[in-house]
Each structure stands twice: as C-alpha cells, then as structure tokens.
C-alpha cells in the first residue's frame, strides 16, 4: 500500500480528514518518498498542519522530502488551457473575455475535472527523466463532493464529445482505477451514522466507479473500558466521602462512564465494518487525549498509520491497539 | 434570552456550521422540541448524506415533505401537542420539480432530456442549495407551518447555501443569456464565423480544448428555460428577504475542538458580510471541567501532579484494585486536559459574541443520538433554562 503513488483521502466533514492526510504525507517523506500533499480547497486546512503559512498555488517545500500545493479548479482550468493554447496573446484575449467567464460557469464539472486533470499532471510529472514525486496524498473534499470529483473523469470520457479533453479524461480515469497507482482511504468515526456513510461511500467506491479501495481507517477510537460494578463501587464511596473527595470521586466515575461508554459503541461500530468489509484493512487510530492538536499529535498519527499501510492489499483487519485480541 | 425563548419567537431557524459536529441531530431535536410544543413543524435537511432519516426513525426521504406520524411518536413515549414532518431534499429531484414547475410545458420534456440539464443539475454548484432555498421560501409561503426547521450543509458549503441565490442569479444574468440565445450559437459555426471573427476564434479554441461540444445545446438549454429564468431575479430577491427576515435565526453548531472552531469564526464573520446575523450558538459535543464545577474562587486546576493522590483516593475506594484505580486515575485526568482546552477555546470564542445571543452546551454523551427519544433527551440541554 505504501508503495503506491496516489493516495485519496476521503471523509465526511469533522472525522479528522485533513489529519489524516497531513499524517500520510509527513510519514511518506519520513521514508525518504518525495512527497507532494494537496489540497482540493484554495482555502484549507492542510498547509498550516503541516508547517506551511498560507495557500500555496504552486508546489511548495514544507520540510525533508516534503511539498504542498493548493488546487483551486479555476485556476488549473486556466493552467491548463495555456499548456493546449500556448499562445500567450491569445490566452489573454480568452480569459478577459466574458464567453470564457460564462463559459466557464456553463460548463458544470470542467471545473472538477481540471482539478483532478491537475493532481494526475503531479502523479505523471518528470524532472530529470524520473518522476517527480514519489507519492502524493490527496485531502478531498467532504464525501460527496469528493466522489463527484473522483467520478468527473470517468463522467466526462463518456459526456464530452470527441475531443482533447475526452482523449485526456480518458487517460486520468485509467491512472484513478489502476490499483498498482492508487488508493482511496476513507476516514470515519466508529460512530453509527458515519459509519454507515462511510459503508455506503465504500460500496460506491469498489462498485459503481471502480476505484481501488485503500485503508478504512477509523479515527479517535476509545478502548478503554471500566467494569461496571468497579466504577459503581467509585460512585458509592463518592456518596460517603465529605465534599471535595466526593465531588472527585463522582468525576472520577463520570469519566470512566463516559470512556466506557464511547468505548462500546466504537467496538459495536468497528465490528460492523469488519464485518461488511471483507478485503480491506482496518486501520484503528487512537483517540488522543490533548489539550490542543499539534505537531506532537499529528507524529503519533503517523506513527500509528505506518505499519498498517505496509500491509498487503489482501490482508484482513489489521489491529493498531495495543493487546486488542477481540 | 435562552434557546427555547428564541426558537418560540421565530419561525424559521437555520442550523448551520461544520459537518460532524452533531448540526444535524441538532436541527432534529429543535424541530421535535417545536412539535412537542405544539407547533406544526417542518424540518428540512439538504446535507446529502441521508442522515436525517434515520435520526427521524425514517428509513427514508423523498423531495416531498412526509409526516412521521403521531403514533411513531406516541410509540416512543414523546407526546406532541403539534406535528412533526421532514423534507430532505434530492438534489436532481429538486431540479426536476423547479423545471416541472415553472418552464412552459412544451419545453418540459426538451429540457429533461437536455445533456447539459443533466450536466447542470447533477453538478452546478450552489445549484443544490439554491433549491434548499427555494423549498424553504414554498414552505414559509404556503402558511401551514408555525416552525421550519433548516440543516444546512457543512461550512463551506453553507456559504455555498446563502450565496447560492446570488451566484445563481449572476449566472443567470439575463444579459449573458441573451448571448446565449442567439441564433448563431443554434446555427453552428459558420453563422457565428460571419458574424464575430474574435468570439468565433476563442469559442473554438475552447470548444477543442476542452471537447465541450455541446455550445448549440448550451444555446438550446437556455432558450427552453428562458421562462424559467425571466422571474428568477425576483425570487432570488424573495429568497434573500426570507434569510435575513426577522422570522429567521441562525443558530450556529460546534463542538469545542480547535479546527472546528475555526470554521465556525469564519462562518461568522462571513454570516456577518451577508448581513444573517446569529442569533444562537450551539456547543455540541462538550467535556465539563471538573474543577470548574467548584465554588467560585476556589478554581483548582487538576493536572498530572495530582496523579499520586488522586489514584490514591480511588485505591481507597476501590481495596485490591491497584491498577484500576491507576488507569481510572489517568483517565480521569486525560479528560481534565480534554476538557480545559475547550473550555479555554469557548470562551475565547464567547467573547465575540453579544449578550442577546444564547449560548447552551451540550455535553458529549457517550452514545450515538439517532433515535427520536435521543433526540428528546437532548432537549434538557438546549433548552434548560438560561
């Protein structure tokens, strides 16, 4: 898994994405891999995680081995258009014209496929006579819309007309389904309704767009858990104890509720994705109990990811927790 | 003011912020609060992911607003004086309606059919939350509902959601329309070639590079829906007067957690641009600080060097269980960090906001909320008494 070149990280807004990504990335040039991490928003969070100040329209070196760019669609679309019309008079002519500004709009989806269009250039680039990169990891957008660009090659090859952009949607859709290039990760809660979208996004994935599936990793899994009758115990003497060690006794069982409880439903939801999903790789990462997320967290992320990106495709439910024999 | 006394007095209240943090759910348990209350309530979700659904005990939705009957309710001991129905709204489904509606019915067919429809309804930006508008303005106007409930889609594309109206009604810039609607672009080629040299070169430039070749449908879209668009530009305005209105407030949802958060400051101050104010904020997902609960004054922050006599006070309680009492000692104290970093980053977030607006806190249950009796027991939260 580690080997391949084009990692998609895909999540629904909120279940730590972006982390993932910026973990994925950092833990790649850690390997010595040349590592490009995009982002599909102009205006996102990734840069920053990962050491960089602003959006960086262009590949931008962040560390050892490690760039970041920002994608905003209008501008690979007008990219684009300069590498297929390289004069530049007529590039001018074309952008200030208020066809092209209406075009532009009319034409739903360019967008997104010059964006994808864009990440496969990365994927495909030489310097040197080598690639470029020796992997890129790429932080979609929330779920949906992160389908929809995925799918806009495929979608475009068979709308479009003949044409430039049909040959090229062509090509980049075969680099998104080959399996020996690409991966897509899905990030989740081991809560029900994200998993259950997460299930859905996965069936979506392997089926109707025939992309190759990587890791479904699970992010801020509680495992702890406190038997009932021993807290119930805490609680009592709480009830005994005079003021201030009773109100910390109460807390203290509040709490190991509370961890037991999170714990419960996360292995209850784990165990359905085990279970629906058969040939994929279960990557547990740890909930982190931090006052504020930083570069500390975003290592203990990565640390945690590597070992189970080595994993064989084929391999079943790999477990990260420590001791977790269920 | 409190939560309750703002949802009473408006009749549209939109939840709006970043995905994942439980707006959904939120939205829900309003709408069932305002049913509970005696309210004829619609709650009307645009988030694709069929969430509302199932926290509604739906299995699904359709484009139609359906009522979850009174016995579903009953069933789960939640007694409602007024009624609960929800919307969710099918992108495409949406679209469909707005044509079936208001194109001409002669060019119903011909639009349906059309590729580049097809193209625009699937995947036009804002065109989704457009609709969500639109349905919200046909539900405030049919007048049979006293509360209309809104979940928004996630941050960015809730300001997708308010500039939807805007954008669209730029796009469909009459102007650019009757370019469009030329009869040369129908003609083909040659006319255009006679007519403008320039626009003939850089269309077919564009038409190569990027295989769209489809400028005669364009054309052809657009004359089939230019009755359809000729009052759009009022109800874009109607629309607008509608979210800024006095009937409506914007609750914002969040949890604590620092990215998030930053979300929700800029959700705000661009809420602020476009002149929807907030009128409440929502921290879902919360952990309370121990410490916090004490008397004024005696704030004591517990932190790791507590360690010691903490696990001793619950070995105490708990004789022979050593190492339980140490791990109940650390989890005990890995929620204390948890807990003071939000509460540091909600009041910091606090301070930019004014006194009128509630804020209430919901605190992370250890459970999943997607059953209606969930729901419900949400309510003691946001709306206790300020």
Redesign the interface.
């Known amino acids: 898994m580690i080997q391949r070149k084009l990692h998609f990280v895909l999540g629904k807004g909120g279940v730590g994405k972006t982390t993932m990504a910026a973990a994925m990335a950092t833990l790649f040039a850690r390997r010595g891999r040349r590592t490009l991490a995009i982002e599909m928003d102009a205006a996102g969070r990734l840069p920053g995680m990962l050491g960089s100040s602003g959006a960086a329209p262009t590949p931008k070196a962040v560390g050892p081995n490690l760039s970041v760019l920002s994608l905003d669609g209008r501008t690979a679309l007008e990219e684009y258009l300069g590498l297929v019309i390289p004069v530049k008079r007529v590039l001018t002519t074309i952008f200030s014209s208020r066809v092209y500004q209406y075009f532009v709009a009319a034409a739903p989806g360019l967008k997104e496929l010059m964006t994808v269009g864009k990440i496969w250039y990365e994927a495909t680039r030489e310097e040197d006579g080598r690639p470029r990169w020796d992997a890129i990891v790429v932080d979609a957008p929330a779920t949906g819309h992160g389908l929809q660009y995925l799918s806009m090659p495929q979608v475009a090859h068979d709308t479009f007309g003949a044409g430039l952009v049909q040959r090229e949607a062509g090509r980049v859709a075969a680099l998104l389904r080959d399996p020996a290039v690409t991966a897509v990760h899905l990030v989740t809660l081991g809560e029900d309704m994200p998993v259950t979208e997460t299930l859905e996004t996965h069936a979506k994935l392997t089926g109707e767009l025939k992309l190759p599936a990587g890791r479904v990793i699970v992010n801020r899994v509680h495992a702890r858990r406190f038997a009932p009758e021993l807290v119930a115990r805490v609680r009592e003497s709480a009830a005994s104890a005079p003021g201030k060690q009773g109100e910390l006794l109460e807390a203290v069982a509040d709490r190991a509720t509370e961890e037991s409880g999170w714990a419960e439903i996360n292995a209850e939801q784990l165990e359905r994705l085990r279970n629906a999903l058969t040939t994929d790789a279960l990557v547990e990462v740890p909930f982190l109990y931090a006052e504020e997320f930083g570069s500390h967290e975003l290592d203990q992320i990565a640390r945690t990811l590597e070992p189970t990106l080595e994993v064989r495709t084929s391999g079943t439910g790999r477990r990260v927790r420590r001791g977790a024999t269920e | 003011m409190n939560l309750a006394e703002l949802v009473a007095k408006h009749r549209i209240v939109i939840s709006a912020g970043?995905?994942?943090?439980g707006k959904t759910t939120v939205a829900a348990s309003v709408a069932l609060w305002g049913a509970i209350q005696g309210r004829r309530t619609v709650v009307i979700t645009i988030d694709?992911?069929r969430?509302l659904a199932?926290s509604m005990g739906l299995d699904a939705l359709g484009s139609e607003v359906s009522e979850i009957p009174a016995s579903l309710l009953a069933g789960q001991g939640i007694e409602a004086r007024g009624t609960l129905a929800a919307l969710m709204l099918d992108q495409k489904g949406a679209w469909d309606a707005l044509v079936e509606r208001h194109a001409p019915a002669d060019a119903r067919e011909r639009i349906l059919k059309n590729?580049f429809y097809q193209?625009?309804s699937?995947?036009?930006?804002g065109s989704h939350e457009y609709m969500a508008i639109e349905q919200l303005c046909l539900l405030a106007e049919s007048g049979e509902w006293d509360l209309i409930v809104v979940d928004t889609p996630?941050?960015?594309?809730a300001l997708d959601f308010l500039e939807a109206p805007r954008r669209l009604d730029d796009?469909l810039d009459r102007s650019?329309i009757r370019?469009?609607v030329k009869p040369y672009f129908s003609a083909g080629w040659a006319a255009l070639q006679a007519v403008n040299r320039?626009?003939s070169?850089?269309?077919r430039?564009?038409?190569?590079?990027?295989?769209?070749?489809?400028l005669a449908e364009?054309s052809d879209f657009f004359s089939s829906m230019s009755g359809l668009f000729e009052n759009f530009h009022t109800r874009v305005a109607r629309a607008y007067e509608v979210l800024r209105g006095p009937e409506t407030a914007f609750v914002l949802v969040t949890?604590p957690?620092?990215?998030?958060l930053?979300d929700a400051e800029y959700l705000c101050s661009k809420m602020e641009e476009l002149a929807m104010p907030l009128k409440g904020v929502v921290f879902n997902r919360v952990h309370r600080e121990?410490a916090r609960?004490?008397r004024r004054g005696s704030v004591h922050e517990v932190d790791a060097g507590d360690f010691v006599q903490?696990a001793g006070?619950?070995g105490?309680?708990?004789t022979g269980?050593p190492r339980?009492a140490r791990?109940?000692?650390q989890?005990?104290l890995?929620?204390e960090?948890?807990a003071?970093?939000e509460q540091?980053r909600m009041e910091q977030f606090q301070v930019g906001l004014t006194d009128e607006v509630p804020v209430v806190r919901v605190p992370?249950?250890?459970?999943?909320v997607?059953d209606l009796q969930a729901l419900a027991r949400m309510h003691a939260h946001l709306f206790a008494a300020a």
């Not at chain 2, 970043?18 to 943090?21: D, H, K």
């Not at chain 2, 699937?122 to 930006?125: S, V």
């Not at chain 2, 430039?205 to 489809?214: K, N, P, S, Y």
């Open positions: 970043s995905g994942g943090v694709p992911a969430r199932s590729r193209h625009l699937q995947a036009f930006a996630p941050t960015r594309h796009f650019v370019w469009f320039t626009a070169f850089i269309l430039r564009l038409e190569q590079a990027t295989g769209v070749g489809a364009i949890s957690e620092e990215q998030v930053g121990m609960k004490t903490i006070a619950i105490r309680a708990l269980e339980v791990e109940l000692a989890n005990f890995d929620y960090v948890l003071r970093g540091l992370n249950f250890p459970r999943d997607h």
